[in-house]
C-alpha cells in the first residue's frame, strides 16, 4: 500500500480512537483538560521549533505571498458563500466558518503526499509557501478572533481605545504568542534549534511529538455533528475546493505555467484541510467567555470540531486524487471543469435542502391558502 495512504489511516485510526475513546471521557471538563494541554503545551512547543526550522530561500520568497494571498481570497469570499450554505451572518456558527475555512493545515494534509508523490525539492516549496499560510492564521485570524470576542461583548465600550487594551493584553498572555515571540526573536539573532540547551531543545521536541495525535484524539472526542450540520459542512468544503481550484486554474493560466509538477504542488497546496490553530483562538475565546459567563457566544466551538472532523478525510481524497491523475491537469481547462463540479455539488445540498424545506410548509398550508398563494404568484 502506497505510504501516503497508510499515513492517511493511521490520523483517521487516532479520530476513530477517540471517538471510542467518548465513553471513557464523560464530562466536558475531562476533554477541555485536554484542549489546554494541546493549547497552552503542545501547540506552542510546535509552533516554536516549526518557525525555529525555517529556512528563507530568496529565490522562493514569492511563495509565501502567494499562499497568504489564497487565505484572504477565501476570506473574503465567505460572506458570500456562507449565506448560501444557510449560515445566517451574525450567527457564532458563521464567524467560526469565516474562521476555519480559508485556513490551511499543510503539514497534516499535503506534506505527506507531496513528498511520496513530487519529491523533496517540492516539499520545500511547499514550506516556504507555508510561511504566508503561518502568518495569516497565527497572526491574522487572531487578531480578527479576539476583535469580533470585544465588538460582541455587551460589557466592552465600543470605542477603539478599551478593545485595544484586552486586545494586547490577551496577546502577550497567550503562551502560543509568547512562544512566536521568542522564536522571532531567536531568528532575528539567527539562531536556530541546535543553538538552544540540549534540555530545552529536547523537552520542546517531546512536548512537539505529541501534538498531532492530541488533535487527532480531541476531534474524535469532541465531534457531534447531526445529518443537518454533516450535509451542510460538506457543502461548504466542496465550495471551498472549487474555490481553491478556480484560483489555482487562473493562477496557472496567467502566470503560465506548464510544468506538470508545479501545476499539481499549486493545487495540493490549496487543497490542504482546514488549520487546527484558528481553532486554538477560538478555544481561547471560550474559554475568556466561560471565566466571565459571558451569555453571548462568538463562536460554536462544536461546529469549528466538526469542519476539523470532516475537513481532513475530504482534502485527504482530493489530495490523492489530485496528485494520482497524471497529466490530466496540465491543462487548465480540466481545472476549471473539476472545480465547476465541485462547485455544482457543494450547491445542490443546500438547494435541494431549500426545495424540501418549502415542499414541506407548503404540505402544512390549507387548500384554500395554497390556492390563494397560486393566485398571488400567477398575479
Not at 88 to 100: D, H, I, P, Q, V
Not at 124 to 146: C, E, I, P, Q, T
Request: hydrophobic content about 55%.
Amino acid at each position: 500500500m502506497d505510504v501516503g495512504i497508510q499515513k492517511t489511516i493511521v490520523f483517521l485510526f487516532f479520530i476513530f480512537i477517540g471517538i471510542l475513546l467518548k465513553v471513557k471521557f464523560k464530562s466536558k471538563e475531562e476533554i477541555t483538560g485536554i484542549k489546554k494541554v494541546i493549547l497552552n503545551l503542545a501547540l506552542p512547543a510546535t509552533i516554536f521549533i516549526a518557525l525555529l526550522g525555517i529556512k528563507v530561500e530568496l529565490h522562493l520568497l514569492i511563495l509565501p505571498f502567494l499562499a497568504l494571498g489564497l487565505n484572504l481570497l477565501l476570506f473574503f469570499a465567505m460572506p458570500f458563500i456562507l449565506p448560501l450554505m444557510g449560515i445566517g451572518k451574525g450567527t457564532s456558527e458563521y464567524r467560526t466558518a469565516k474562521l476555519l475555512v480559508p485556513s490551511l493545515a499543510p503539514g497534516l494534509s499535503s506534506f505527506p503526499f507531496i513528498l511520496e508523490f513530487l519529491g523533496e525539492d517540492f516539499l520545500a516549496k511547499a514550506a516556504m509557501s507555508d510561511l504566508g499560510n503561518k502568518v495569516f492564521v497565527l497572526f491574522f485570524l487572531y487578531l480578527v478572533a479576539m476583535n469580533w470576542h470585544y465588538s460582541l461583548q455587551s460589557n466592552e465600550k465600543k470605542n477603539g481605545g478599551t478593545k485595544l487594551k484586552p486586545l494586547i493584553k490577551a496577546m502577550v498572555s497567550e503562551p502560543v504568542n509568547v512562544f512566536i515571540g521568542a522564536a522571532l526573536v531567536l531568528l532575528a539573532l539567527g539562531l536556530s534549534m541546535d543553538s538552544l540547551p540540549f534540555f530545552m531543545s529536547e523537552t520542546l521536541e517531546k512536548l512537539s511529538l505529541i501534538m498531532t495525535p492530541l488533535v487527532l484524539l480531541f476531534i474524535g472526542l469532541a465531534v457531534k455533528i447531526k445529518r443537518k450540520q454533516f450535509f451542510q459542512i460538506f457543502s461548504l468544503l466542496c465550495t471551498r475546493a472549487a474555490l481553491v481550484l478556480l484560483i489555482s486554474g487562473i493562477f496557472v493560466t496567467v502566470a503560465g505555467v506548464e510544468a506538470r509538477n508545479e501545476i499539481l504542488l499549486t493545487m495540493a497546496f490549496g487543497l490542504s484541510a482546514c488549520s487546527f490553530w484558528p481553532y486554538a483562538h477560538i478555544a481561547a475565546v471560550d474559554s475568556m467567555e466561560m471565566d466571565k459567563k459571558s451569555k453571548k457566544r462568538t463562536f460554536s466551538s462544536d461546529f469549528g470540531v466538526a469542519i476539523l472532523a470532516l475537513s481532513f478525510p475530504l482534502s485527504t481524497m482530493l489530495i490523492l486524487a489530485t496528485l494520482n491523475s497524471g497529466s490530466f491537469f496540465v491543462n487548465p481547462l480540466h481545472i476549471f471543469l473539476i472545480a465547476v463540479v465541485l462547485l455544482a455539488v457543494g450547491f445542490a445540498i443546500p438547494l435541494i435542502s431549500g426545495v424540501s424545506k418549502k415542499k414541506w410548509s407548503e404540505q402544512k398550508l390549507t387548500p384554500h391558502e395554497i390556492n390563494s398563494a397560486a393566485a398571488e404568484k400567477a398575479a
